[in-house]
């Protein structure tokens, strides 16, 4: 059974104070590594798809990372704007994406 | 905006109703899936549509079903409602079948069931 753990389940961070959240995957094959942003009762916002181990991609304050095991979201910098909840999910095989519990982020200023 | 629109944004019902939610996908998606998001299990995968057949089930109650229409609207039926069924759903929608295919969610219906 594909398995994913976020961490830490909560982060307070100061304004500009960089930090890292973890993922990590227990999958079989797994074809695709998804970050997603949610802001309270709204509805999950696309950030990155990971396909293999190196990759990385970049997007304003946020950078993901892939390995074999995990993913981490750097987030550089953060401002007030970028506190939510942020959520890694996997596809592995012919699967549908199974989703980590998520970290809620909150920066202030 | 990512395109998908679910209705209603919220519903209130009480135990043992039956109610429908409604979603459209992007313009040119063909799959639609479905989630349930409570507190506690974070968000969990019910269905997936694909033109019109379904093409994948996850932890889905005998209770709960759905269906995709010739216009790719789907809908989601929750009959027999508990307690417990209180959460958000959302729907999602992506181009093709391809497991690497991006998921685009809608804002999501609220359930409360009194």
């Known amino acids: 059974e594909d398995q994913v753990t976020q961490s830490p389940e909560a982060l307070r961070l100061q304004e500009g104070e960089s930090s890292s959240l973890n993922c990590s995957y227990t999958v079989s094959g797994l074809r695709g590594l998804f970050w997603y942003r949610q802001d309270p009762g709204k509805g999950p916002e696309f950030l990155f798809t990971?396909?293999?181990a190196g990759e990385e991609k970049e997007k304003e304050r946020l950078k993901a990372t892939l390995t074999k095991k995990e993913s981490f979201l750097h987030i550089t910098a953060p401002k007030p704007e970028d506190s939510a909840t942020y959520l890694c999910?996997?596809?592995?095989?012919?699967?549908?994406?199974?989703f980590g519990k998520g970290t809620m982020l909150l920066v202030s200023p | 905006d990512s395109g998908v629109t679910q209705t209603p944004k919220h519903l209130i019902t009480a135990t043992g109703q039956r109610v429908t939610l409604r979603c459209s996908p992007r313009?040119?998606?063909?799959?639609v899936y479905w989630y349930q998001q409570s507190l506690d299990q974070g968000l969990q995968f019910l269905i997936q549509y694909y033109n019109g057949e379904e093409r994948a089930k996850g932890n889905i109650l005998e209770r709960f079903s759905a269906q995709q229409f010739p216009d790719l609207h789907s809908e989601l039926n929750l009959s027999s409602l508990e307690l417990g069924d209180s959460a958000l759903y959302f729907c999602?929608?992506?181009?093709?079948?391809?497991?690497?295919?991006?998921?685009?969610f809608g804002p999501g219906t609220r359930l409360t069931v009194l």
């Open positions: 990971l396909y293999s």
């Open positions: 999910a996997v596809q592995a095989g012919y699967s549908t994406l199974t």
């Open positions: 999602a929608s992506s181009p093709g079948t391809s497991g690497t295919d991006t998921q685009y």
């Open positions: 313009s040119g998606d063909l799959s």
